[in-house]
């Protein structure tokens, strides 16, 4: 985030958190449906005017969210053109994964949520013109509790990062709304009045020879009419 630049960024959801600290963008703010956030609302609807945000981060939000479809929705309608997007979520193809099937209906956080691939996110925010980055991965280290496990499984953070680095249990993924210019094509009017005028000069030429050609024919056949008439 500290390479991004504008003039306005939000942060949706996970208020109690900071994550725009280390932005440059002097105007930022965070806004949640609960929580110590300077705007209080639904995260799958912005009130926010179009095209007047240049950054947005979504720290683990669509996972938990009633209508993520609908948030990315509003994400690119207040988004710039060129405007970026920051998505942090749980991968469903990792040992956190793994974890979030074998947990129980109505568990704690991060078990509850809808876990979502790197490319199925890929796929909608194509569909919404977005252009995407290769994700960032991490966290290959089990979902275990306690400093002494953790420390245990500190190898697998090396290694996965070599061996297995798209089996990270969260990922980092950012996107930049594209906008395509529009070129307006007018009509070449006077290369085809030009032209016209080109193509009528030749047709009156081919008439004006077509016309001597017949009156020569026509004086060559009234020639030896006379001869045919004198001999007789």
Known sequence: MADVFGYNALQVGLPEFDFLASSRIARHFACASRGPAQVINKTYALPFASSSLDLVILPHVLEFASHPHQVLREVERVLVSDGRVLISGFNPFSLWGMRRLLA???????????????????????????????A??????????????????????????RWWPVCGGAYVLQAVKRVHGMRLITPKWRERLTADKRLAGVASGGQRVAGRFQHRRADRHGAGSANEQTWK
């Open 104 to 134: 129980r209906s109505g568990s704690a956080y991060p078990w509850r949520g809808h876990y979502l691939s790197v490319p199925r996110l890929r796929d909608w925010l194509a569909l919404l013109g977005f252009e995407t980055a290769p």
């Open 136 to 161: 960032d991965y991490g966290c290959y280290r089990p979902a275990v509790a306690g400093p002494d496990w953790l420390e245990r499984w500190r190898f697998m953070d090396r290694m996965g990062a």
